[in-house]
């Protein structure tokens, strides 16, 4: 219990008890015997609880699954035979889609050297054009230039 700082003597507060109420006792019937024919109703069970009552009931078996029909037998040669047919298909696509690829990768290589051919030769005949349509221009050589200062003429 806690103290509730009222600062009175311990004689002044409050105390709750609870008890515990109690079951009444309960009635046991004893079950009936019923004689039963075999083979007509199930076998029931019966069990004693710890505290003395007893519990009946119809024995539950666990249901049997339906029996698989017999599937006939598979010769080895057999199984041998139809997994060489499917690793030999498998090799085959894999050889063909090897060869389309490489076709593949051969036509886009051919087309990069193209591309490039035609970017590098205009290249070229931009440089050759250019160069030759400067001929009329002025040309200045600064090395054989003679520059005066501040000489005027007036």
């Known amino acids: ?23 009444p006792p309960t009635v046991q019937v004893p079950a009936p015997v019923v004689t039963v024919q075999p083979g007509t109703v199930p076998a029931v069970a019966s069990i ?24 006939p037998a598979v ?10 047919g499917v690793g030999f298909l498998a090799v085959c696509g894999g050889l063909l889609l090897l060869t389309s690829f490489i076709a593949a990768l051969t036509a886009f290589i051919t087309q990069l050297i193209t591309l490039a051919a035609v970017i590098f030769g ?18 200045v050589n600064i090395r054989k230039a003679v520059i005066k200062r501040n000489h005027f003429h007036g």
């Not at 219990?1 to 079951?23: C, G, I, K, S, W």
């Not at 205009?122 to 040309?139: E, K, L, N, R």
């Open 1 to 23: 219990m806690h103290p509730d700082n009222t600062h009175r003597p311990p004689a002044q507060r409050a105390v709750e008890v609870h008890q515990p109420t109690p079951l």
């Open 48 to 71: 004693v609880l710890p505290d003395g009552r007893v519990v009946t009931g119809y024995a539950i078996n666990p249901a049997q699954p339906e029996p698989v029909a017999a599937k």
């Open 75 to 84: 010769s080895r040669t057999a199984v041998n035979v139809a997994l060489g």
């Open 122 to 139: 205009g290249w070229i005949a931009v440089q050759a054009f250019s160069a030759s349509g400067h001929q009329g221009g002025t040309t």
